[in-house]
C-alpha cells in the first residue's frame, strides 16, 4: 500500500507561493495606480507623466486590479482548504514538462 505523495506538500506550497507573489505583485499595482489617481486628482503630473490617461482607463485599471486581487485571495484559500490530489497531479505534470 502507498502512502501519501510526499510531493504533495511540496505542490500545495508552491501554489501557495507563487499565489500570495502574484496577489503581492498586484497589491503594489493597485497601490500605484490609486497614488497616480489621487496625483491626477490633485492636477498634479502622475507619476508616468508624458503619457495621456483618461478618469475612465485609471478607474478601469483600478477595478481590474482589485477584481484580480480578489480572485488571488479566493485562489490562496481555495489552495489551502479545496485542492485535491488530482489538481496536484496536474500541477505536478504541468511543472515536469516546463
Same mark, same amino acid.
Given at each position: 500500500?502507498?502512502? +501519501?505523495?510526499?510531493? $504533495?506538500?511540496? /505542490? %500545495?506550497?508552491?501554489?501557495?507561493?507563487?499565489?500570495?507573489?502574484?496577489?503581492?505583485?498586484?497589491?503594489?499595482?493597485?497601490?500605484?495606480?490609486?497614488?497616480?489617481?489621487?496625483?491626477?486628482?490633485?492636477?498634479?503630473?502622475? +507619476?508616468?507623466?508624458? $503619457?495621456?490617461? /483618461? %478618469?475612465?482607463s485609471m478607474d478601469q485599471a483600478i477595478s481590474s486590479t482589485k477584481r484580480?486581487?480578489?480572485?488571488?485571495?479566493?485562489?490562496?484559500?481555495?489552495?489551502q482548504h479545496d485542492l485535491r490530489d488530482a489538481d496536484l497531479d496536474l500541477?505536478?505534470?504541468?511543472?515536469? /514538462?516546463?
Amino acid at each position: 500500500m502507498d502512502g +501519501p505523495n510526499p510531493n $504533495r506538500f511540496g /505542490s %500545495r506550497l508552491r501554489v501557495l507561493i507563487e499565489t500570495n507573489a502574484a496577489r503581492d505583485k498586484a497589491e503594489v499595482l493597485l497601490s500605484s495606480l490609486l497614488s497616480a489617481q489621487q496625483a491626477v486628482d490633485r492636477h498634479q503630473p502622475p +507619476p508616468f507623466a508624458g $503619457r495621456i490617461v /483618461s %478618469r475612465r482607463s485609471m478607474d478601469q485599471a483600478i477595478s481590474s486590479t482589485k477584481r484580480l486581487i480578489a480572485s488571488l485571495n479566493q485562489a490562496l484559500e481555495m489552495a489551502q482548504h479545496d485542492l485535491r490530489d488530482a489538481d496536484l497531479d496536474l500541477l505536478d505534470e504541468i511543472a515536469d /514538462s516546463e
